[in-house]
């Protein structure tokens, strides 16, 4: 029931189109849903988070779209750039006490040119 | 400092040694968090503390692995009689006070542990 389920594992986009990463949860408590970021060789950085009490959340190119009733969130960025070329996380906590993230298993986006 | 900090960033083990990686989180950070990464997939929790005190440890995977804050500060997580198993990239991040919206997490760019 903590699981995050994340599609598709990679994902090759043209530059200049839409790239969409998909997650799924169980647990029904959860109720704050950041991505992640990350670089070969670096940390996972935070992209954007969204909490359940709205369904959608735009920064920049950045958007996650919540839908509550189906338990799932997606990712899309919008005009892909080369340097958008990274594996995407996204992640689930809830009001537990131990403030953990649960991730999914991550999407390696390519941007071709 | 700018951010999190994490020596080494490589470490190679022979089976059967036992390791220490420290974590530097950023400075004023209440909460710090450990995370363990294994190829090609998302980071696992290990363990939580908040201040110097240990909250969660229930993602350490057996008692060969052992974590500490003892200042509040810096942070120590150790692994005795390495297994190849505990090979991945181990992540330490950390927040002004816990996981929120409102306080986002920071990771360090990891030890990369592999065990012969």
């Known amino acids: 029931q903590q699981q995050v389920k994340q599609s598709p594992q990679s994902l090759i986009v043209q530059k200049g189109g839409i790239s969409i990463i998909n997650c799924a949860y169980e647990?029904?408590?959860?109720?704050?849903f950041p991505w992640y970021q990350q670089f070969p060789g670096k940390g996972p950085a935070l992209l954007i988070a969204?909490?359940?009490?709205?369904s959608e959340k735009k920064e920049g190119r950045f958007t996650i779209s919540f839908n509550k009733s189906a338990k799932q969130f997606s990712l899309h960025i919008m005009d892909s750039q080369p340097g958008d070329s990274a594996t995407y996380f996204c992640?689930?906590?809830?009001?537990?006490?131990?403030?953990?993230?649960?991730f999914g298993t991550g999407t390696r986006l390519t941007i071709i040119p | 400092g700018a951010g999190v900090s994490q020596s080494p960033r490589y470490k190679v083990a022979k089976r059967g040694q036992d390791v220490a990686l420290r974590c530097d989180p950023i400075?004023?950070?209440?909460?710090l968090f450990w995370y363990q990464q294994a190829l090609g997939q998302g980071p696992e929790f290990l363990t939580y503390?908040?201040?110097?005190?240990?909250?969660?440890k229930s993602g350490l995977p057996s008692d060969r692995f052992f974590a500490e804050r003892p200042e509040g500060s810096v942070s120590t997580l150790k692994i005795q009689r390495t297994q190849q198993e505990d090979s991945a990239v181990y992540l330490c991040?950390?927040?002004?006070?816990?996981?929120?919206?409102?306080?986002?997490?920071?990771f360090g760019n990891g030890t990369r542990l592999t065990v012969t």
């Open positions: 503390f908040q201040n110097e005190a240990q909250l969660d």
């Open positions: 647990n029904t408590a959860f109720d704050y």
């Open positions: 991040a950390s927040s002004p006070s816990g996981t929120g919206g409102d306080s986002p997490l920071h």
């Open positions: 400075s004023g950070h209440v909460s």
């Open positions: 969204i909490r359940p009490d709205v």
């Open positions: 992640a689930a906590t809830g009001n537990f006490g131990n403030e953990k993230l649960t």
